[in-house]
C-alpha cells in the first residue's frame, strides 16, 4: 500500500477505508481503484505525462501542485525541515527522513541477495544493478554504460569539459564535487589514512592502498613480454606502452606526446609555470615534487647517492655519475677542435673558451674577465679577501684551494714540480718556472 508521504508528495488525499457502497473509480491503464474522481483524474497525469503546474522561475514543470511547492524551494532556499540532532535542514520531507537514518543507523532497505542493508529505497536499486550486471544509463557521445544516474552525469563533463567545483583557494575545478573535497586536503594537510607499520600519512584511501603492497611485497600485475611485475595496475598499464610505444596523452601547447597522463600533467607546468611544491624550510617553490626533495637536501645534508668504489657521498644522483668517471677514466665529452676529452660537459664548455677566446665571467669590482666561472669566484677573494682554505697544520689561509695543495707540500718536503732539462725538482711550480727563466740563453 502506498505511503501517506508519498501520497502527499503526490497531492493525494489520505487513504481512507472505502464505505461500504460507495462507487469506485479504476483506471483504464493500470488498473488501479480510487473512491474520487478527482484523485483517479491526478494518478491519470502519471500515464499521460500531463503537466499542468509551471513554475514561473526556470519553466520546470511538474505533474502535481505540491510537487511545484517542493521544487520552487530551490529558488527560495527555504529549508523548512530542521534536524534537532545535527542542525542540519532540508528542503523535502523525505530527504529529512532519509538523513534521520544517519543518526539512527536504520536501514530499512535489503538486498534478497547478499543482505546488504540501505537507508534509501534509490540505494538499493543502484545496488541491485551489482547483481544483474544492468547498466541502464548511456552517453550518447561514447556508448559508455553507468550503473547509476549520478555516474553518467559525472561522466558527461569529460564530453563537455564542464567543471563546476571550484577551490575557492587556489581556483582550480575539478568535474567531481569528490575530486575537490580530496583536492582540498592539499591545501590542509589532512591526512585522514594512516599506515600503522610505518606511520605514514596519505590524504586519499587509493594512495594508503598503494601505498600497503610495498609492505606485503605484492606485485599482481606481470608484463607477458618481458616478465616483469607490478604492485599498482596504473604502473603496468604505463609500463605497457614502453612495449607499444604508444603515446595517448598530447600537450595541446607544443605537441609534444606522453604515454601517461601524469606525465603530461607534469610537463604542461612548463607552460603554465605553475610551482605548487613549497620548501617549508626557505619558501623556495618548485614546479616538480622530485626538485622539492632533492632541494630538501640542501636544509638536511643528507647525501643519499654513495660510490661504491671510494665511500664518497654526494646529495645529487648526477653527481655521483660524473664522481665514477674518475674511476673508470670515461671522458664522454670531446672538443672538436683539438680532440680533446673531458669527463663533465661544463669542463668541455670551459675548454673550447681557449679556442674562441671567449671570457663570459666578469669582475663587478676591477672589470677583468675570465673564462671560467670558478677563476672568477678565486680572483674574487682578492677584493673580498676571504680566504676560505686553512692549512691544518700551521692555521694559514688561502683564497684557492690549488694555493692550499702547493702550501701542504711545505710540510710534507714533497717535490712534485721537475725540471725537464737537469732533473732538478721544487715544491711550488713557481719555484719551477723561476728555475726555468734563470737557465734560458740569451
Known sequence: MKSESRRRSLGEPPHTPAAAGSKMHHCSDCGKSCTEIAVLKRHQRIHTREKLYHCEQCEKSFTHQNSLKTHKRVHTGEK??????????????????????????????????CGKSFTSHSNLLRHQHVHTGEKPYHCEQCEKSFTQQSDLTSHQRIHTEEKPYYCEQCGKSFTQQSSLKLHQRIHTGEKLHHCEQCEKSFNRQSSFKRHQLIHTGEKSYYCEQCEKSFTHQSSFKRHQHFHTG????????????????????????????????HCKQCGKSFKYQSHLKVHQRIHTGEKPHYCEQCGKSFKYQSHLKIHQRIHTGEKPYHCEQCGKSFNHHSTLKAHQGIHTGEKPY????????FRLKKLLQEHQRIHTREKPYPCEQCGKSFSAQSALLSHQQSHTGQKLYICGQCGRSYVYQSSLRKHKCSNIQP
Request: glycine share 6%; net charge positive.
Open 246 to 277: 604508444e603515446k595517448l596523452y598530447h600537450c595541446e601547447q607544443c605537441g609534444k606526446s606522453f604515454n601517461c597522463k601524469s606525465n603530461l600533467k607534469v610537463h604542461q607546468r612548463i607552460h603554465t609555470g605553475e610551482m605548487r611544491y
Open 362 to 369: 666578469d669582475c663587478v669590482h676591477c672589470g677583468r674577465s
Open 80 to 113: 523548512p525541515y530542521h534536524c534537532e540532532q545535527c542542525g542540519k535542514s532540508f528542503n523535502r520531507h523525505s530527504s529529512f527522513k532519509r538523513h534521520q537514518r544517519v543518526h539512527t543507523g536504520e536501514k530499512p532497505y535489503h538486498c534478497e541477495q
